[in-house]
């Protein structure tokens, strides 16, 4: 943003991206360790500014609560959806859907519409790693959209959830992973589709 500095956007940048990854708002001792700073006046400086701008609103006496404002111009494109839990990208499992928390995303840099009926879910295991998702990402789920033949979908396979790819042969449908140490998963009983992965939110450790 053009009325900040080059340190007020990092800083900023660093809360928000610690928003949408699912974890914990940082304390402002650790902004300042994560910018190699000992004190914490630099960065107490820095959110000050960032208050006194608009960008962030805090709380006295709380150590987390920094809030991330989200401007009337990125209100379509900044939104806060439900984190569900795991959802294994291994063999299905049983799995509770009551959500963890809430978590931002900005549409416009995941490249999703505003539109849909968004949720995340974090993945467990291994089974997708040829699509290119890991152990701890984040999957957004649409579960508006109607799947297609090789989308990556979140499923309810005979009252277990998984994340896999979607597969339509014919009158046969499965799921495939992406992974040669798994099987196909033929459903026995009901295949239901939860909702279509769009974007898959990984944080670099």
Known sequence: MKNLTKRQQEVLDYLSNEIIAGRPVPSVREVAAHFGLRSTKTIRDHLTALERK???KRESGKARAIQVIVKKEQAKLNIAIPLVGFIPAGLPEAQDQNPEQMIQIDLNSLGIKPEGNLFALRVHGDSMVRRGIFDSDIAVVDSSKVPRNGD???????????LKTYMKDGKKTFLRPENPNFADIIPE?????????RVIIRTLR
């Open 54 to 56: 608009g960008m962030i």
């Open 152 to 162: 990556v979908v979140a499923a309810l396979i005979d009252n277990e959830v998984t």
């Open 189 to 197: 009983i009901e295949l239901m589709i939860q909702g279509v992965a």
